[in-house]
């Protein structure tokens, strides 16, 4: 009789592949996550997945280093969270505090703030498994950008747990990196509208 898996977390111990295993495999210089000890190989990205995940990375990049906070990856950085999940966030911020953690192939440990980019094979993970783990292994701060509904969701860490952060005044404002703060149609302009550049948006926030 097979055993129905519903989630990665209900992957049998005997079918899962181990951090060290899914580093030393050549696929995993490939856009790819380890979930729950599961392979999983990212589909192709959309162009509109990459101009989303282009923009949000300019923009944390820009603030982060003017601050001297630490570093902002793409998507092929991997961070290893424990022997069953190592994941490669679409872009990732690790403080200066924790670069120590940073080897030359991936970081051992969570980054302080992740952003993953939806896509339509990717929805499950993104909101179901990673916001688990991305909570329970210490990220402080998720930042999930869905461009299909055209949503940011903002989590924070609360006792090991990632929760809805909500927006004020349609605003959604870090707690991790105080000012910082994004107006979701800075990412999804309404019909007919232009999206600001990334300099404007600086100086909006107060960077120049």
């Known amino acids: 009789m097979v055993t129905p ?10 079918a899962r592949m181990s951090a060290t295993d899914y580093i030393a495999s050549p696929q995993s210089e490939h856009k790819s996550d380890l979930i729950e000890g599961v392979f999983v190989m990212a589909s192709p990205a959309s162009f509109g997945h990459e101009d989303v995940m282009m923009f949000f990375g300019a923009l944390l990049r820009l603030f982060v280093n003017q601050r001297q906070l630490g570093v902002v990856l793409g998507s092929n950085a991997a961070y290893r969270l424990n022997d069953a999940n190592v994941y490669q966030p679409d872009v990732s911020f690790l403080s200066t505090g924790r670069l120590y953690l ?20 990717s929805r499950q993970y993104d909101s179901v498994e990673k916001l688990v783990n991305y909570g329970r292994f210490g990220v402080q701060e998720y930042w999930l950008v869905d461009p299909l509904q055209r949503t940011i969701t903002l989590y924070g860490n609360v006792g090991g747990q990632l929760v809805v952060i909500p927006p004020a005044d349609s ?24 999206r600001p550049g990334e300099l404007e948006i600086a100086r909006q926030q107060g960077l120049i």
Do not use: C, M
Request: glycine share 8%.
């Open 171 to 194: 605003v959604l404002r870090s707690r991790l990196l105080p000012g910082f703060w994004l107006r979701p149609e800075w990412v999804f302009p309404s019909e007919g509208q232009v």
């Open 102 to 121: 940073a080897g030359e192939v991936y970081v051992n440990g969570a980054p302080d703030l992740a952003v993953e980019i939806i896509s339509p094979s």
């Open 5 to 14: 898996i519903y989630t990665l977390f209900d992957t049998p111990v005997k």
